[in-house]
């Protein structure tokens, strides 16, 4: 066998895990828990005073620009870098005065994962259940499990860097489950892949979670977001809000007073549907405040006075033959760019008052 590129990150220290590790925190306490978590690199603050707490088979979704702090929260909360300041624990164990405790019992797939390209899928399973303590039949039991979990099992000649991106991706995932962890990170896990196969990894992200595991994801897809059980949302390294799906659409500031919201279907006489042409209409209108196309349909925050009606007016003629209006509620991303629009309001008021 080839020497690996890079030892993987959960191994380091030479954790020596047991498979069929005990449930998330002692007592059945959360799995994870954040309390004013922060991480400066010199003088850059990457992760400043976030605090939130994630309950045992949650999948809770990791959102946020690039470069706000996902991966950093990640690598804390995995024991491989130390914060600042403020402390975490995972499935009960600090990160800071336990990190080797926490490796060994939580799965970790980076953004940027580590397989071992001139080594087979078989040999890469061996080595990351090596890396967990496992050996002889223990270990070809869980290589056995993980490849018929991520369907990988008629691939296990293949050399992973043959794979193509989508089958990297599994075999990155049966990796970090080769030791059973019952809470798993995930990095970004369907970054470039085709939306079969998007699917295919979160129908086994649920199936995972329906036994009982916790994941932590980080994603930049919104429909993955609306699928999670909860969501937080970074921003330039402060946590700007966290909590289920349902319950964020509901918050003061989303959809604000003395607004609704519409889905605007703009269809020419042959049915089809035309949302550009109806967007360049409808961002004209008196009282439209927010229009972006979703599909083929276009999504609108209005004031309460425009009704159904008037947007048929308006839209109808110009080519377009019928507007199908219908009332709705926000999405997880109109509460993202509503909530960040507070957040940058309220960051340019504390410069403005000398605070920031
Ligand atoms: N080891 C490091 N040294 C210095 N700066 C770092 C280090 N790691 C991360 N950063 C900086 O910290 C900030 C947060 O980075 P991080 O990788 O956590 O963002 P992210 O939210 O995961 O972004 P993305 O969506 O692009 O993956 C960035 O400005 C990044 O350049
Ligand atoms: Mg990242």
């Known amino acids: 066998m080839s020497r690996p590129r890079t030892p993987p990150a959960p191994a380091e220290g030479g954790a020596r895990p047991g498979a069929g590790t005990p449930a998330p925190g002692p007592g059945g306490g959360p799995a994870i828990v954040l309390q004013g978590l922060t991480k400066r690199f010199r003088a850059l603050t990457a992760v400043d005073d976030v605090s939130f707490t994630v309950q045992p088979g949650t999948i809770f979704g990791f959102l946020g620009p690039n470069g706000s702090g996902k991966s950093t929260v990640i690598r804390m909360l995995c024991g491989l870098i130390a914060p600042t300041a403020g402390s975490a ?12 405790s926490i490796r060994e019992r939580i799965g970790y797939m980076s953004q940027r994962f580590s397989l071992y390209e001139d080594l087979t899928v078989l040999e ?3 080595f990351y259940g090596r890396v967990y303590g496992l050996r002889g039949a ?5 290589r056995d499990a993980v490849a018929g979990l991520v369907h990988i099992g008629d691939r296990l000649t293949q050399r992973a860097g ?7 991706q599994r075999l990155a995932l049966a990796c970090a489950l080769i030791h059973e962890p019952r809470i798993l990170f995930l990095d970004e896990p369907t970054a470039g892949i085709d939306p079969v196969a998007r699917r295919e990894l979160w129908d086994l992200l649920f199936q995972l979670a329906g036994e009982g595991a916790t994941l932590f994801v980080t994603t930049h897809y919104m429909d993955e977001a609306e699928r999670c059980t909860e969501v937080g949302y970074i921003y330039l390294s402060r946590l700007i809000v ?7 659409k509901r918050l003061p500031g989303v959809t604000p007073a003395g607004t609704q919201r519409f889905e605007v279907r703009c269809l ?9 042409r109806g967007l360049v209409i409808l961002r004209r209108m008196p009282g439209v405040r927010d229009a972006t196309i979703f599909g083929d349909a276009v999504h609108l925050l209005v004031d309460e006075g425009v009704s159904p009606a008037t947007l048929r007016a308006a839209v109808e003629g110009n080519g ?9 509620g926000p999405s997880l991303e109109d509460v993202f760019v509503a909530l960040t629009a507070a957040e940058e309001a309220r960051r340019r008021a504390a410069r403005a008052g000398g605070r920031a």
């Open 89 to 100: 624990s995972v499935g009960g164990f600090d990160i800071v005065r336990d990190p080797e």
């Open 124 to 126: 890469n399973l061996t």
């Open 138 to 142: 223990a270990l070809e039991a869980r």
């Open 162 to 168: 043959t794979l193509s991106g989508g089958w990297k």
């Open 242 to 248: 966290s909590g289920p799906p349902r319950d964020l």
């Open 268 to 276: 020419a006489p042959d049915g089809t549907s035309l949302p550009t």
């Open 320 to 328: 377009i033959a019928q507007a199908q209006v219908r009332p709705m």
